[in-house]
C-alpha cells in the first residue's frame, strides 16, 4: 500500500472516530448544574460564544465539543435569542433543538442606539415571536396605540434589548420603550444646565439624536452638542451632514454629494437654520444627557479624523487646516 493509500486510509478512519464520538456524545444526557436554570441567549450569539456560556453556567463540560457538534450539523445560524429554562437533563442534540425552535420563557428584540424609524420597525417584523399587531398600522395609528403624544415616531424608543413573553403583541414592546425613553428624557431635563437654548425636551430629544449620529466616540458627545449649541446661540447653522441624509431618506446611497447638502428638505441644516422637526435617530441616555449638560467650549467647527474621533476647531481658518489635514 502506498503512503497516500494508507494516509487517505487514516483520514478516513479518523473521520469515522469523530463522527462517532460526536453522535455518543450528542445523544449523551448532560450533567445540568442546579435545575431548573434559566438561560440568557442574546441577540447576535454565535455559537462560539453560546458554546462558553454554556459551559461557564455548568450546562456543558466540554465548550470546544459542543461547538464541533454544532459546527458539523449547521447549528450556528439558526440560534434564536431570548430566556431559556431548563428543567430536565437534556442532550446536546436536545439543546441544539431547543435553541433552533425558539422554545424560550421570554423572548427578545433589540432597539440599536442610532437606528432610524425603518430599522425599529423591520427589527419588531423579524422577531418571529412578536404578534404583529403593528403590521397594517400608520404612524400615526401606532402612536396612538402606544399612548404617544408626538406626531412623529422617530426618536421616541429607547434603544435597549427587550424581553417579552412569546406571542407577545409589538406594541406592548414599542409602549414600553416608548415610556422608558419619556422617563429617560425628562429625569435628564429636570438636571440640564442653565440657559440651553431649548424651548421643550421634545427639542433636547432632537439634539440628542444629532449628537448620537454624529460621533461614535461617547467621550466626545459633550463636546459635540457644545458646538451645536454655540451654533444655536449665535445664529449658525448646524451644518450637520446626518440631518442632510435624513432628509434625503431612501435617496441616499451612501455617498452625501454637493448637490445633496444643496438640495432643501425640513432637515437640510445647510439651507435652514435651527434644530430640524424632529430626531432623525434613536439617541441613547448618553446623548440625551450630552444634549442636556453639554460641554463648555469655544469650538464652533468640528471634523472627523476618520478614526471615529474629531478635530475641534473655534475658528474657520483653524478648521480649514483640519480639513485640509483629514479630508483632502
Known amino acids: 500500500m502506498t503512503l497516500i493509500k494508507r494516509l487517505f486510509v487514516l483520514a478516513v478512519l479518523a ?19 442546579s435545575l431548573p ?22 450546562v456543558i463540560g466540554n465548550a470546544p465539543v459542543f461547538w464541533l457538534l454544532g459546527r458539523v450539523l449547521g447549528k450556528g ?43 425599529v420597525r423591520a427589527a419588531l417584523a423579524a422577531q418571529p415571536l412578536l404578534k404583529q399587531d403593528s403590521a ?64 421643550t425636551p421634545y427639542e433636547a430629544l432632537i439634539m440628542a439624536s444629532i449628537v448620537e449620529k454624529e460621533t461614535g466616540a461617547a467621550f466626545e458627545r459633550p463636546r459635540i452638542a457644545g458646538v451645536f449649541i454655540n451654533r444655536l446661540r449665535l ?33 437640510n441644516t445647510y439651507t435652514r437654520a435651527g434644530l430640524p422637526p424632529t430626531p432623525i435617530a434613536m439617541p441613547s441616555e448618553a446623548a440625551i444627557r450630552a444634549a442636556l449638560n453639554p460641554a463648555k467650549t469655544d469650538a464652533l467647527y468640528f471634523v472627523s479624523r476618520n478614526d471615529g474621533t474629531h478635530v475641534f476647531s473655534s475658528n474657520l481658518d483653524a478648521h480649514n487646516r483640519a480639513v485640509n489635514r483629514y479630508q483632502r
Open 15 to 33: 473521520a469515522l472516530m469523530l463522527a462517532g464520538g460526536l453522535a455518543w456524545y450528542g445523544n449523551r444526557p448532560l450533567h445540568i448544574d
Open 235 to 267: 445664529g449658525m447653522r448646524l451644518q450637520t451632514d446626518p440631518t442632510v441624509i435624513y432628509g434625503l431618506g431612501e435617496r441616499f446611497d451612501g455617498s452625501l454629494r454637493r448637490v445633496d447638502l444643496q438640495r432643501d428638505t425640513p432637515y
Open 37 to 58: 436554570k434559566t438561560l440568557n441567549v442574546m441577540p447576535g450569539t454565535h455559537l462560539r460564544s453560546l458554546s462558553v456560556m454554556l459551559e461557564r453556567e455548568g
Open 136 to 199: 397594517g398600522m400608520d404612524d400615526a395609528e401606532l402612536l396612538q396605540a402606544i399612548g404617544a403624544v408626538e406626531s412623529h415616531p422617530e426618536g421616541l424608543l429607547f434603544p435597549d434589548t427587550y424581553s417579552f413573553a412569546p406571542h407577545s403583541s409589538d406594541l406592548n414592546v414599542l409602549r414600553h420603550a416608548y415610556r422608558l425613553q419619556q422617563a429617560k428624557l425628562m429625569a435628564a431635563w429636570e438636571t440640564r444646565a442653565p440657559g440651553l437654548p431649548y424651548r
Open 77 to 119: 445560524a439558526a440560534i434564536k435569542a431570548g430566556m431559556y429554562t431548563l428543567d430536565k437533563p437534556l442532550t446536546p442534540l436536545a439543546l441544539y433543538g431547543k435553541f433552533e425552535r425558539g422554545e424560550v420563557s421570554q423572548a427578545v428584540v433589540q432597539f440599536i442606539e442610532g437606528w432610524n424609524w425603518r430599522e
